[in-house]
């Protein structure tokens, strides 16, 4: 499966709110980061949480900054949140 | 839909840091937990859904490991591995017990 | 603020009346024991599980501590070609003390001068308990895992970790299959150290990021 992404992407999280087991958790959807590293593929829990056939999926370190993520955040304007995202949550950002 | 165990960026109010041993029943649980994930019986990703979907009632009422036991219950039935009537009648059973003698038989083996 | 949150403590079931129904308070707690014990009986019997596996899975849990992380952790202290390989591939470094942990990716993160890092699980209590043991009840809360993503300099001053302004603050959410160690500041007053000297100060909170290794009394 060709990789989507690279180190020093830009993207945004897929701002949708489908019933199921998901892995990205809510007070990310619609934020914009960045890759820093690409972990390679692994089963998609989506579909594993179900005992359902998987196919593996890239997945991501993505990094946010937290002014970006909460509006009235309280710390250096450098802090930083990571979380590991599967490529089908993610899209291009300019 | 924010799922009940989805509570990123939520207030609960201060961490309490305080820690406590685990009790015997809580091991027991976590490792039943674990000796059926080596199994493959009922994997890490099941077992967060059957979490997950307590739903807010149950799931902010309950600890950590009253959690746990009541999904692996729903699983035990949900895979055909036990019956809700053997599960009700067993509880029956480990109460009249509990009355009887006053403590739980947490012994391993029993 | 919430006055239903258990955060995971330590009940004393004894005081509860078994026989009643589950209740939405403390009532319900005994219930949830007494559900835990039929289940396991009935595992049992049926042959689900043996209950000698369910001991030595105890056992198993029982023996693995944060001493082993600390172990990892001074040995990336003193020996920067470990912690090289530590940083690159956590899984095959901790192999080097004979901890495997076949089912983890671990990632081993390091605090510096401008970077201080801390791990949250916010979805549910991910953790590399195959080097450190079971998580501690407080790293299980709704609390901590409410706030530490979103205020973490407020949640690491509650631990009495206060950080200045420039230090970059990296929370990690646990969402995937990755698991994170972090690796503490090694303070200063501690060169002549041995290894195991160094590994006795390195705690559990420091190696999830909630605290920093305290610098040594004279």
Known sequence: MPQRFHEGDFVRVRDDYPIGHIRTPVYIRGKQGVIVKDFGAFGNPETLAYCLPTEKRELYKVRFWQQMVWSSYKGGPRDTVDLDIYEHWLEKAE | MRGPHDVGGLDFGPVENATHDLTLWEKQIDAIRAVIGAKGIVSTHENRRTIEQLGHDVYDTLNYYERWTASLARQMIDKGILTQDEIDARVVQVRQRLADTGELELKEGA | ?218
């Open chain 3, 1 to 218: 603020m919430s006055t239903h949150e258990h955060h995971d403590h330590d009940h004393d079931h004894h005081d509860h009346d078994h026989n009643s129904p589950p209740q939405p308070d403390d009532k319900v707690h005994s219930y949830y024991q007494i559900l835990g014990t039929a289940v396991k009986e009935l595992l049992i019997e049926k042959g689900v599980v043996a209950a000698d596996e369910v001991r030595r899975m105890i056992e198993r849990r029982d023996s693995i501590t944060p001493a082993n992380g600390a172990k990892v952790v001074a040995r990336a202290w003193t020996d920067p070609a470990f912690k090289a390989r530590l940083l690159k591939d956590a899984n095959a470094a901790v192999q080097e003390f004979g901890i495997d942990m076949p089912t983890t990716h671990l990632v081993a993160v390091e605090n510096t001068e401008n970077l201080h890092n801390v791990v949250v699980c916010t979805l549910c209590s991910c953790y590399p308990r195959d080097l450190l043991g079971l998580p501690p009840s407080w790293y299980k809360s709704k609390a901590y895992r409410a706030r530490v993503v979103s205020e973490p300099r407020a949640v690491l001053e509650e631990f009495g970790t206060s950080l200045s302004d420039n230090v970059e603050v990296r929370v990690h959410d646990s969402t995937a299959d990755m698991r994170y160690l972090v690796v503490p500041r090694r303070p200063a007053g501690t060169e002549g150290m041995s290894q195991d000297a160094l590994a006795s100060i390195i705690t559990r909170d420091t190696m999830i990021g909630v605290a920093v290794v305290e610098p040594l009394q004279n």
